[in-house]
């Protein structure tokens, strides 16, 4: 069974650029515009993995995650956080920690996460199924 992975997202290119890349890597994917809809999609399916966007409108990443960390059958999903303001990682990742109460998984950088997407995402929960051969 392939692992799934949930997207939040408000950048467009970025849902469609990481979810086929994750699903030609054998994960199923699901993508969400913003945290009311990644709510919805939670409601329907626990991912194995919340890949989610720092910066976004009307809540941003770091209070949609306070809500994981509050709600007993979420607060177990690994979440890898991704953002364009992620130049000092290290520094960002400690303050979420400290402020936030929630462990993120990783912490990267949009400008090259197209690189390292599947690395990230195999550190945080494994690889995705084996490809299907005819």
């Known amino acids: 069974m392939a692992k799934s992975i949930l997207i939040v997202d ?27 809809e990644a709510r919805r999609r939670l409601k329907l399916k626990v991912p194995d993995l919340l890949l989610l966007d720092v910066v976004m ?51 990267a950088s949009k400008a090259d996460l197209g690189e390292r997407l599947l690395e990230v995402v195999e550190s945080a929960i494994g690889k995705g199924a084996p490809a299907v051969r005819a």
């Open 10 to 36: 408000d950048d467009e290119g970025f849902l469609l650029a990481g979810r086929r890349l994750l699903e030609a890597a054998g994960y199923e994917v699901q993508t969400a515009p913003n945290a009311a």
């Open 57 to 107: 409108p009307a809540e941003d990443g770091f209070t949609f995650s306070e809500d994981l960390a509050r709600d007993p059958h979420l607060c177990t999903v690994p979440v890898v956080l991704c953002s364009v303001v992620a130049e000092n990682a290290g520094h960002m990742m400690r303050a979420f920690e400290s402020n936030r109460g929630l462990a993120a998984k990783d912490i």
